[in-house]
């Protein structure tokens, strides 16, 4: 799955806004559901996705201001 495809999944599947501590789980489930079960291969997806994430989507995250 690739980084936008990994956003946009987990953007389908909110249901208003959230935590970004929330919204960084979410991206962490899609990945281990996907087979990386490996902690290097995840966080070297998670971190940019998550990042991404903030740009793609502020709006969803009910914390912050998200002036980046």
């Known amino acids: ?3 936008k495809e ?7 599947e ?5 935590p970004f501590a ?3 789980h979410r ?3 899609a990945i281990v559901q996907e087979g990386d079960t490996n902690f290097c291969t995840m966080f070297a997806k998670l ?3 998550s990042s991404a994430y903030v740009y ?3 709006e969803d ?8």
């Open 47 to 49: 971190e940019p996705a």
């Open 27 to 29: 991206i962490a489930k």
């Open 1 to 3: 799955m690739t980084q």
């Open 6 to 12: 990994l956003i946009d999944k987990v953007h389908g």
């Open 56 to 58: 793609a989507h502020p």
């Open 22 to 24: 929330e919204i960084v």
């Open 14 to 18: 909110m249901s208003g806004k959230a």
């Open 61 to 68: 995250i009910s914390d912050g201001p998200w002036d980046i």
